[in-house]
């Protein structure tokens, strides 16, 4: 599953993100995308285990690979 840019956050958010690669993304034409296993990722390596529940609950990534 991948994400367009502007279906996750703020813009200048993932622009910071990919310019320090921070997150692996993709380009088709003019549109950014990510995956959703590296969003996922991500959110892990830098939220607390509350939190991280929370964004697995509020966006169903339990059940995805």
């Not at 320090?20 to 088709?28: A, G, H, R």
């Not at 169903?60 to 690979?65: A, G, R, W």
Request: include cysteine; proline fraction near 2%.
């Amino acid at each position: 599953q991948c994400l367009v840019g502007s279906e996750m956050c703020k813009e200048t958010a993932l622009q910071r993100y990919r310019v320090n690669n921070q997150l692996p993304y993709f380009t088709i034409g003019r549109k950014t995308y990510y995956r959703a296993v590296d969003i996922r990722a991500f959110v892990r390596e830098r939220a607390d285990s509350q939190t991280y529940k929370r964004f697995e609950k509020d966006n169903q990534l339990t059940n995805q690979s």
